[in-house]
């Protein structure tokens, strides 16, 4: 369904019971919601389940700005808002997980958990210039989507998941691919993380190239209050997807605590 958020209309799964503890899914950069279906299968019958497609993604509004760490949390915000939860976790992936801090730091109400999946850092993200480049380049071509997909995880998707990668990469507006890659993954939001109040679980993918776990407890671990890591065995980037069943655990035994 489509739902209004801060001057926009963003695309929005909504599962689950809508009394209790609710769950809020940001997904990664070039994906969508449906990155998180294999998670939601497994946690809608406990829980209510909350997940757009973040603004230049998926079936969500595409405007022509708006795209810092900033906006994005401001979405956030008014959909959480709109759907008036009383209590609920922030679920982040990578980029998502960048958005998922910027807003914990915001003290919102109702917020009583953080669970960030292999989240790019407060500080600016360690992209090499030429991969900058190269993924830049990238934008709209579905080969490029489904190596990128084949390099940055480690356990093996089957074609149906490499193509709902693709899918969604191609899908995403250049605006927002170009945002990130040059402005968003760069922001330096390390000075906000001080405000961040509630239990953090970093969960890293013990085989991921992109992020790994040592970067992780370097630069979002050790700079968070009450923040704890753990890793999925074998696991790369793409958790939600590679490690459905693994995630969903970790969700579960974050949100009772």
């Known amino acids: 369904m489509r739902l209004p958020a801060n001057g926009i209309a963003l695309e929005v799964i909504d599962r689950g019971s809508e009394e209790g503890f609710a769950l809020v899914f940001l997904h990664y950069f070039g994906g969508?919601?449906?990155a998180w279906s294999g998670v939601i299968d497994r946690l809608q019958a406990e829980y209510r389940c909350i997940a757009p497609d973040l603004?230049?993604?998926g079936r969500s509004d595409a405007p022509?700005?708006?795209y810092a760490i900033g906006d994005?949390?401001?979405?956030?915000?008014?959909?959480i808002r709109g759907f008036d939860l009383a209590r609920y976790a922030?679920?982040?992936?990578?980029?998502?997980g960048k958005v998922a801090l910027a807003l914990a730091a915001r003290l919102p109400r109702g917020l009583e958990a953080l669970v960030l999946l292999a989240p790019s850092p407060p500080?600016?993200?360690?992209?090499?210039e030429a991969e900058r480049r190269r993924l830049i380049a990238s934008h709209g071509d579905r080969a490029a989507a489904r190596d990128s997909a084949r390099k940055i995880t480690a356990l093996p998707l089957d074609d149906v998941m490499l193509d709902l990668v693709a899918d969604d990469a191609v899908r995403s507006s250049r605006q927002a691919w170009l945002a990130w890659l040059e402005i968003g993954s760069r922001e330096d939001i390390s000075p906000m993380m001080s405000g961040v109040a509630v239990p953090v679980l970093v969960v890293a993918g013990a085989s991921d190239p992109h992020l790994p776990a040592e970067l992780l407890e370097r630069e979002v671990v050790q700079p968070v209050a009450n923040a704890?890591?753990?890793r999925v065995p074998d696991a790369g980037h793409l958790l939600p997807i590679e490690?459905?069943?693994?995630?969903?655990?970790l969700i579960r035994a974050q949100a009772c605590n």
């Open 32 to 34: 969508s919601s449906r």
């Open 55 to 57: 603004r230049g993604f």
């Open 64 to 66: 022509g700005t708006g």
């Open 72 to 79: 994005y949390a401001d979405d956030a915000a008014d959909l």
């Open 90 to 96: 922030l679920v982040g992936h990578s980029m998502g």
């Open 123 to 128: 500080t600016p993200e360690p992209i090499g």
């Open 228 to 230: 704890r890591m753990v």
């Open 243 to 249: 490690a459905p069943a693994a995630v969903a655990r």
